[in-house]
């Protein structure tokens, strides 16, 4: 039976209803760690023989088989029924047995790498080049972190994601020394891909595509358009992983020179692991984003786990967030933090809209996505005389004014009101539209689209311009006509000229770089937003990084737009997500992990977070897409700071039995033989996290938090508390004043958090977030975290 039968089961009758019901799809079951020591083949057994439980031969248990995750993850991933899932789901040691649904990632550094202070060559003697002024003295503390690091040497980046590029500059393994004697991955063949394309930096690459083919059938390269290998057809994989650990590239750019500079990675020195579980959808534009099925993510979690990898970067979400039990990512990095590997996930691309963030696990480093010091700034002229600068990477040029026309004036005839004004495919009149400036604005349809429809109706030039959702960021893209990205603001006095002037026209001057162009960093609009929808009781995103116009490297196979009329091939592209964020935090936390290699995940997430930025380059309150300062549920604790990091004074450690305590208070449970939830469970608010959410409040509560002295060269130290707390509430520490004796000292405190009884709240402020912060400071260290709190 064909999927289209099951969408119309109103044409047909009762007994084909249920022929629907039962339809096989790819389920996920999940047992939690494993039990005792078992070899591979009795794991798989073990798997085996819960199949064919509920399977009619033994034949038929195998052949529904896709994965036995065996090495770390306890579990298998396999066609059922509803009714055979159902059966499973209530047998002895299963956790949780789910559905498989496709996850689809979106776009979800010369430059970045030196706006937060790290700026070296890999071999370079720290006063080997002099400092310009005073402003720069942060590159010198950048330059003694780098060293301290050992710029990632000796760590092991997986990287989750679409591939990799293998002849790209960025991972050469010029001058490398030989592959950590603690690997044990593999560099797997396919098309286009043999063992020669793994190196001394890419030490390993794997590819899983077994859930991919249930769900969309068997592979086809020209359907496809992908690789059945490791290799990266996309370009989303390389720019993840060069972003990460990229080697330093002199004079890279993108279109013929945007961005130009040297390129590197945050740990340029750090090993690459690729495992490639993202794959191109049949017959559809690349633009269009990729798919990740949560069986083969697993599988390629468990096998990273497995091969020895430090780190592992995703830049995958969705923007359905599940329960935890049900997420394979969260599971899988679960797994991973008992190895103490660290796992930093992006919270995807579905802002400024709150409750939309991916990946809200508290074992998961949530990343969001702000911007840089670098524009690429062009010029708009109309034939007022206004002009203004706006950003574009195009290479395409105007050689004199054109007539100006909205968009919503020239479209065909039965275009929706409301698709009006976005350039949809086919939407525009060419007769309308041949030699002219058209007004496109954003909202539905693709960036890049929009601009392939004007030059498909004979545009001469395209203005792209911001919805007020998407207030002031100016992504960046290689249109295919002259193109001009400007603010809501200036949409408006665009649409008051086409509408008082007779003869509009318009002139679009080429971008050029510049640099500490605006106030950086602020908030992108597509950064998605919390409260953690899941349980909020974690405050998410943890932190955010640079994620709008980076340049890193790209794919062969892939055009810089990523649609098939683009015939280009670039080594470098501008690219915008929190997909480019995420591995900016990866890329920092091999450098930590470098430093301290003894720090566990939970003591590198408090590092990273209780170090962070809450203020721009100019020393005022990180901003908001509409212009005010961004709150936690948009940045998290703030803007990275890896060379702060390394010396946080004071971390909020948890292991991993921790974890698996609080996973009590989120129903996740009996993942683990050895840990059994307790009568009495505590809130989800007391898990020792480097940040504090409290919903509902409605009465005094108490969370409690634990501090370990981590000061470098400082074992004796004293801290005072501070707080700044949200309008509607009192908070306060007991004790106010830790004293530490010794690096390693543990340190408990509490902090009371009440409603003011001399504030009336009206029915509007009720249920609305309020924000603020505490800090512990002592002469060297501020260790800030935040706070949101909501009133019942």
Not at 266 to 287: H, T
Not at 351 to 359: A, D, E, H, I, R
Not at 732 to 756: D, S, T, W, Y
């Amino acid at each position: 039976m064909n999927k289209l039968t099951c969408l119309f089961p109103l044409l047909f009758l009762i007994p084909l209803l249920a022929s629907c019901a039962e339809k096989k799809q790819v389920y996920i079951v999940y047992f939690g760690e494993h039990k005792g020591d078992k070899a591979l083949h009795e794991i798989e057994e073990h798997h085996h023989s819960y199949l064919h439980s509920v399977k009619e031969s033994e034949e038929e248990a195998r052949a529904s088989l896709l994965y036995s995750y065996k090495h770390s993850i306890n579990g298998f991933a396999a066609e059922l029924t509803p009714d055979e899932a159902s059966k499973l789901e209530k047998l002895a040691d299963v956790v949780s047995v789910f559905k498989s649904h496709p996850r689809k990632y979106e776009a979800h550094t010369t430059r970045s790498w030196e706006f937060v202070g790290l700026e070296e060559e890999e071999t370079d003697d720290i006063d080997a080049r002099p400092l310009k002024n005073d402003v720069d003295d942060r590159f010198r503390v950048g330059r003694k972190f780098l060293r301290k690091a050992k710029h990632g040497d000796g760590i092991i980046v997986g990287v989750l994601d679409s591939g990799v590029w293998p002849e790209s500059r960025s991972f050469s393994d010029k001058g490398m020394g030989p592959i950590p004697k603690s690997w044990k991955g593999i560099c797997q063949t396919g098309v286009a891909f043999n063992s020669s394309h793994c190196n001394r930096k890419i030490i390993g690459a794997r590819y899983y595509v077994k859930g991919y083919e249930k769900y969309f059938g068997a592979f086809n390269v020209t359907a496809n358009k992908d690789f059945l290998s490791p290799r990266d057809p996309d370009g989303h994989g390389s720019h993840t992983a060069s972003t990460a650990v990229g080697r330093r590239v002199y004079g890279a750019s993108a279109l013929g020179g945007f961005a130009m500079g040297s390129a590197s990675g945050g740990a340029p020195l750090s090993r690459l692991a690729v495992y490639k579980a993202c794959w191109a959808k049949p017959n559809e534009e690349k633009v269009g984003g990729n798919v990740c099925l949560q069986e083969d993510m697993l599988a390629a979690i468990d096998d990273a786990i497995a091969d020895g990898v430090h780190v592992i970067s995703i830049s995958i979400g969705t923007t359905d967030p599940l329960p935890f039990q049900q997420d394979g990512i969260a599971i899988g990095a679960l797994h991973a933090i008992k190895r103490n590997i660290v796992v930093a996930a992006s919270a995807g691309n579905s802002g400024p809209k709150p409750g939309t963030l991916s990946n809200p696990a508290p074992w998961i480093i949530t990343v969001g996505a702000s911007t840089l010091d670098r524009a690429f700034v062009g010029g708009l002229a109309l034939g007022n005389g206004y002009t203004i600068k706006t950003e574009s990477i195009t290479a395409f040029k105007m050689d004199k004014f054109a007539p100006l026309v909205y968009a919503a004036n020239v479209v065909v005839p039965g275009i929706a009101l409301n698709d009006s004004s976005q350039c949809l495919p086919n939407s525009l009149r060419p007769e309308l539209v041949a030699g002219k400036v058209v007004l496109c604005l954003r909202g539905a349809g693709s960036r890049i689209g929009k601009g392939i429809e004007v030059k498909r109706a004979g545009g001469a030039g395209m203005i792209l311009g911001n919805a007020p959702a998407n207030g002031n960021e100016i992504p960046s893209d290689s249109h295919f006509v002259a193109t001009a990205a400007v603010t809501p603001t200036v949409v408006e006095k665009i649409l008051d000229y086409i509408k008082t002037d007779k003869n509009p026209m318009a002139f679009i001057k080429p971008g050029k770089t510049v640099y500490k162009y605006t106030a950086a960093p602020l908030m992108t609009g597509f950064s998605s937003r919390g409260p953690n929808v899941v349980d909020p009781n974690i405050l998410k995103p943890d932190i955010t990084a640079p994620g709008l116009n980076i340049l890193a490297a790209w794919s062969g196979a892939d055009s810089p737009s990523k649609v098939s009329v683009d015939q280009r091939v670039a080594d470098f592209n501008i690219y915008t997500g929190t997909s480019m964020s995420c591995p900016h935090v990866s890329g920092a936390i091999a450098l930590l992990k470098a430093i301290h290699p003894k720090w566990s995940s939970a003591a590198i997430r408090s590092a990273l977070m209780t170090t962070a930025w809450m203020t721009n380059d100019e020393k005022k309150p990180i901003q908001d897409v509409d212009g005010l300062p961004a709150n936690p549920f948009a940045l998290g604790s703030g803007h990275f700071r890896p060379t702060k990091a390394a010396d946080p004074g004071l971390v909020y450690d948890a292991s991993y039995r921790a974890y698996l305590l609080y996973g009590c208070s989120v129903n996740f449970t009996d993942i683990d033989p050895t840990f059994k939830c307790p009568s009495k469970i505590p809130p989800g608010y007391n898990l020792n996290y480097p940040s504090v959410a409290i919903p509902n409040l409605n009465r005094m509560v108490t969370v409690k938090r634990t501090v370990t002295n981590v000061g470098i060269g400082n074992s004796t130290s004293t801290y005072l508390f501070n707080a700044n707390p949200p309008s509607s509430v009192s908070v306060e520490a007991i004790p106010n004043v830790l004293v530490f004796n010794r690096i390693g000292q543990k340190q408990r405190f509490k902090i009371v958090i009440k409603p003011r009884t001399d504030l009336v709240l009206n029915a509007t402020e009720k249920g609305q977030y309020q924000f603020g912060w505490f800090s512990w400071t002592d002469s060297d260290h501020v260790v800030r975290s935040p706070i949101a709190v909501s009133l019942a």
